[in-house]
Structure formats: structure tokens, C-alpha cells
């Protein structure tokens, strides 16, 4: 794991300064403190902080080919990195190291651009070919590793981090105004853009090359639902999940630093930890983290039974309120983009607390997306059957449903009720939004005339809607994880995933998000995944026999950072400082009587996602637009 930076001009007459490459890599230092390199060589130069996982001795990065026509800089893991080196060797290439950095350019020496089309892992890449004058980056099929980039008409400007791009001068930090609202919208930001106007993101599954002095953006892979093409029964399905997920956990097991597992106390960090035993012979340490306080959820009673069964050494940690917002100001410099992911912070102590002890972890990340584990898309999907069910009678039945809130409360029901008479189409966001959120519902309310006049909802709205018409089929299910599975996990939970972990210099690894394990859920028929009231069906049918039966059976509950309560409590005065100050104010975004609305009393535990949203969201500017963002706030 390691950042990735370079500069390329067009023109081969200017050259690339080095002190600038060697400034842009070392803000990224936590991202590879064990090592750092840069090649230059004219108008192109190339940049790298190592965090030394395998071949520790030889892997200084960048790596070239034998005659040094082609240099590589790569941030992440290739998983079948061994066999492809094989097949290479027998195709008369030299390695001089046992990395699989090496293996990526001698893969693209063999292959070309399509080198992307064999690796099986997780990645961001760039690489100069002298001999073509061309250079191509590229991102994983899932985006698990980050990678930004400044395109001009005369330039390109890459980094792991945003901040490393806007080392450069040349680089503007004009807000991009309309996506405000797209953050506000999903409380994170889908797409390719950011909330600079200069700076966008490459997709996952696309590479870009430039070439005499023209940029092309390909998209070379992406997630086919075919509904159950393999005709595989239920059990012979359960096999073949078994057999490709201790293949995958095999795979990312390979490494020569110690390697940990993060314990949520669910389903799939259970099942993966269950799943290494048999590959290591080393002790395998476990963590888990919990909050200070008794009204909530605590994880930590599962994480320590998994614990215990399995033989791990565990470690465990507990964080107040006041961890919660001391880290806030460090929570959105390192994380870049405004996203309201409370439970990054707390991911950041765990990783910190891991960090003491290994320098890879390896996390249940990606197991709901890809075998429907959340309840919301069960609760959909039965939606949907209603809604076919009721036809014509769509209207009384919303009516009457509306109607029962004069007598009971409907409680969870409630947002259900009101998507009765709405089509799939116009109400799916995406897991964390719906036309009928505050700042979708309430945006002319909150929003200032000034602000409003910025606003275009159906940008806003345009990733998650190419997403729906792209995979356009009745099957409501395959939908809802092909749309989520291309903005809600790339773009908010990978995000977090990567950047809150190598904020301590840990290298998270995520074996459910494997393209082929992918591929395999894509695959099966929506029932083996959903079935009555019971999501993520298939995988805990796999793992029933091997892991606690108090961990399959009971309800996912997520990570209850209990944030919500502390706004209500020990946060209260500080968001009411931070969103009613004079700066925050001044931007003139939003009225400030429809701030102190969601400040009044009660309020802050009901809008606790809009409250730590515009909190983050004034952070952000506070650090990437008033002050200088290279050093981590203190």
C-alpha cells in the first residue's frame, strides 16, 4: 500500500520540476513512511511513498523494465501477482525483485493497455512508456484504491490524494457549487467530480491514457447481473461460494508483515476470519472497537466470541464523545471529500490501536453489497411485490396507510408508506438517499435564493441515475446493488475504508470485494440472496456450520456509532458553534434560520446525518479552501 503522484506536460520541450514531485509524494508521507522515489525525465515525472509489504527489501519504487523504457508507480495489491509472474518468465522477461509492482510492467509490456484486464486485486497505477511518449493511470475494477487527477490542455496531474495535487500552483481551488448539493443529496459525492472544480476522480474499472498530447478514458470492466445464467441449485451455489471465497482469502493472505483482521462482530469478518485459519501458521491478532455510554449497541460482546472460538490475540478499545470530535478537523483532511461517515472515526482509533501490532488488516468490507445484507433492500423488494400486487389500487392503499398515522405511529414503515405510488425509477437514489430526505424535501427552505440558483437536481442526482438505466431489468434487486455497488461503495465506504486506515500506515485489505466473488454474486438468481425476510442468505447459508450461531441469527444493526445521542448531549455545543458561526454563515449557502431549525432541542438525534454532514461540509472548506491543506490539522 503506498501513494502514487506525477506530473506529465504535453510539450516535451518543458520539463517537470522534481522539488515539486518530491513535495506532492511527501504529503502523502502516512500513506508510505518506509520508503519514498521519484523518476524524472523531461516533461514527465513520477512520484512514490512506500509502505513495504512484500519484498521488503527490493521494492523501492519506481520500477522499471530491463532497459528502463517503461516505469511504473503503483499503490495497492495484485493478487495472482505469482502466477501471472510465471507466465511472463516463460515469455522471456527478467524480474530483478519478487514484487508485484514488477509484475505490472512486464504484463504491460506483454499486453499493452489490456494488462488491466489480468490482474486480480486491488490497484492504482501509473505508467510512463518512454518509447510511445504515452502515459496511461489506472484504477481497480471496485475502486478500492483512490486515484485523482488534474487534466488540462496542456497537462496532466495525478495523485493518490488530492492533496498532493494541489501542491501544484497550477491548479485552481474554485468550489465546484453544484456539487454541494450532490453531497447534500446522498451525503457523499458519487460520480467522477469533486467539490473542486479542477480535480475529478477516475472511475473504477477505467484507465486513462495520454498520447501526442490527447486524453482517452476507457471503462474496461463492469458488473453484469444475469440473473442466474449458471442454473446452479441453491446447494451447489453454496459449494462453489465456499471454495471461491477460501481462494480469495488465500490470496490475501500473501504477505511478509503480520496480518490482522478487523472483528465487527458480523456475518462476513467472522466468516473471513474462520476462513484463514488454515492459511497461516503465525498467530492471528483480532480488533474491535466500542463506545463510552450504556443506551446503545455494543459490537464488542460478538467481536470477542469470534474471538475466543477462533484463538486470536484480541484487542479492543473504547472512545468518548470528545474522541468523536477532537478527530473531526483530522477526520475530513484526510478523507478529501465531504462524506458523512461517522463511523470512519472510529475506525481510525481501531486502526490506530492495530497499527501497534500489524501493518495489513483485513476487513468484512463489501459482503452486503454483493449478497444484499442490508435490510432496506429486503424491505424494497417487497415494496415492489406490493406495489405489483396492489396495481390499479396503488392510491387507496397509500391513502390508507397515511391514513393509520392518525391512530398509530407507523414507525420504520413510515418512509416505506410514502414510496407506495412512487416508480422504482424516481425514488432509488441509492442506499442513502430518496427524493423525500431534508435536503431533497426541504432544499428551498434551506438553501439561500443566492445558493439556489447553483442548484440543478438532475445533476445532482446523475450517477445513481445512469446507473438505473443502465441496468434497466425488472429485477429490482440487481438494481439496487449494481447502482450501489458503482457509487455508495466506491465513492463513501472505500473511501473511508482506504484513507481513514492509511491515515495510521495500515494497509486494509477487503477479500468480499475480489471481482471474481463479485462476478460469482452478480451471477446468482436475487432469491439465493434475499429470501422472505432473510438477506444475504446464500453467504450465511455457507457459513452456518462454521461460525457461532448467535452471530448468523442475529439482526445487522451496522456500526452503531451512537453520534446521533452525542449531538442531543456532548456535541450540541459544538455543532451550534460550528454552523452558526460568522465564516460558516458568510458562505451563504444556507438560511440560518434553517440551521437553528435543526439545532432546536430534540432536533440534532432526528437530523444527526444533516447535522455532521454541514458540520464536515464547513470543515472542508475550512481546510482545502481557507488554509493551506498540506499538514494534518493538530
Known amino acids: 500500500m503506498c501513494g502514487i503522484c506525477g506530473k506529465f506536460f504535453f510539450e516535451k520541450d518543458k520539463r517537470v520540476d522534481p522539488q515539486l514531485i518530491k513535495i506532492m509524494a511527501d504529503s502523502m508521507y502516512h500513506r508510505g513512511p518506509d520508503d519514498e522515489g521519484t523518476y524524472i525525465s523531461g516533461n514527465v515525472g513520477l512520484g512514490h511513498r512506500r509502505l513495504s509489504i512484500i519484498d521488503l527489501n527490493r521494492g523501492k519504487q519506481p520500477i522499471s523494465n530491463e532497459d528502463g523504457t517503461v516505469w511504473i508507480v503503483f499503490n495497492g495489491e495484485i493478487y495472482n501477482y505469482q502466477d501471472l509472474r510465471e507466465t511472463l518468465i516463460q515469455r522471456d522477461h527478467k524480474f530483478k525483485t519478487d514484487t508485484d509492482t514488477e509484475v505490472i510492467v512486464h504484463a504491460y509490456e506483454e499486453f499493452g493497455e489490456d494488462c488491466v484486464k489480468r490482474l486480480r486485486g486491488m490497484f492504482a497505477f501509473a505508467i510512463w512508456d518512454d518509447r510511445n511518449q504515452a502515459l496511461l493511470i489506472a484504477r481497480d475494477r471496485v475502486g478500492i484504491k483512490p486515484l485523482y487527477y488534474y487534466l488540462s490542455a496542456g497537462q496532466l496531474v495525478f495523485a493518490s490524494e488530492m492533496r498532493a495535487i494541489l501542491q501544484d500552483s497550477s491548479v485552481d481551488r474554485e468550489v465546484n457549487l453544484p456539487i454541494i448539493d450532490r453531497f447534500l443529496t446522498y451525503f457523499y459525492i458519487p460520480g467522477d467530480e469533486t467539490l473542486l472544480k479542477s480535480i475529478r476522480k477516475l472511475r473504477p474499472g477505467h484507465c486513462l491514457t495520454v498520447r501526442k498530447g490527447k486524453a482517452d478514458i476507457k471503462q474496461y470492466w463492469d458488473l453484469s447481473f444475469t440473473s442466474g445464467n449458471k442454473a446452479h441449485t441453491f446447494n451447489e451455489s453454496k459449494e462453489e461460494l465456499l471454495g471461491l471465497l477460501k481462494e480469495t482469502v488465500r490470496l490475501h493472505m500473501i504477505s511478509d508483515v503480520p496480518v490482522g483482521f478487523l472483528l465487527s462482530g458480523g456475518v462476513d469478518s467472522t466468516a473471513l476470519l474462520n476462513l484463514s485459519l488454515n492459511e497461516t501458521n503465525k498467530d492471528l491478532s483480532t480488533f474491535t472497537i466500542g463506545f463510552d455510554g450504556e443506551d446503545f449497541a455494543d459490537e464488542r460482546v460478538y467481536a470477542r466470541l469470534a474471538a475466543e472460538k477462533f484463538g486470536t490475540k484480541h484487542y479492543e478499545m473504547t472512545i468518548k464523545a470528545q474522541d468523536f470530535v477532537e478527530f473531526l478537523p483530522a477526520y475530513v483532511w484526510h478523507m478529501e471529500e465531504p462524506v458523512c461517515e461517522p463511523p470512519a472515526i472510529a475506525l481510525y482509533y481501531v486502526s490506530k490501536l492495530a497499527s501497534d501490532h500489524v501493518k495489513v488488516l483485513i476487513s468484512g468490507e463489501g459482503g452486503d453489497e454483493a449478497f444484499a445484507g442490508y435490510q432496506n433492500y429486503r424491505n424494497l423488494v417487497w415494496l415492489e411485490r406490493l406495489k405489483k400486487l396492489a396495481g390499479p389500487f396503488k392510491r387507496p392503499v397509500n391513502d390508507f396507510l397515511n391514513g393509520l398515522e392518525g391512530v398509530a405511529s407507523l414507525g420504520r414503515l413510515e418512509k416505506y408508506v410514502q414510496l407506495i405510488s412512487v416508480p422504482f425509477d424516481q425514488y432509488y437514489y441509492g442506499r442513502t438517499s430518496s427524493p423525500f430526505t431534508f435536503f431533497n424535501s426541504m432544499f428551498k427552505e434551506f438553501y439561500s435564493p443566492d445558493f439556489i440558483r447553483f442548484i440543478d437536481k438532475n445533476r445532482s442526482i446523475e450517477p445513481t441515475r445512469r446507473c438505473l438505466e443502465h441496468n434497466n431489468s425488472n429485477d429490482y434487486l ?58 444475504k442468505h446464500l453467504l450465511k447459508a455457507a457459513f452456518r456450520d462454521l461460525i457461532p450461531d448467535e452471530i448468523i441469527k442475529r439482526e445487522k444493526t451496522g456500526f452503531p456509532v451512537p453520534y446521533a445521542r452525542w449531538f442531543n448531549n456532548e456535541l450540541y455545543s459544538y455543532a451550534r458553534e460550528i454552523l452558526l458561526d460568522r465564516e460558516t454563515l458568510g458562505r451563504g449557502y444556507f438560511e440560518e434560520k434553517g440551521i437553528n431549525s435543526l439545532l432546536q432541542n430534540g432536533t440534532p438525534a432526528i437530523r444527526s446525518k444533516e447535522i455532521f454532514s454541514l458540520i464536515v461540509l464547513e470543515l472542508w472548506h475550512r481546510i482545502f479552501i481557507s488554509k493551506d491543506c498540506g499538514k494534518a490539522p493538530q
Open 478 to 535: 440487481s438494481r439496487m446493488l449494481y447502482t450501489d455497488t458503482k457509487t455508495w461503495l466506491p465513492d463513501d465506504l472505500l473511501l473511508k475504508a482506504d484513507k481513514i486506515t492509511m491515515a495510521n500506515s495500515v494497509e486494509l485489505r477487503v477479500p468480499l470485494l475480489d471481482h471474481v466473488v463479485l462476478e460469482f454474486a452478480a451471477d446468482i438468481p436475487s432469491h439465493f440472496k434475499v429470501s422472505g425476510m432473510t438477506t
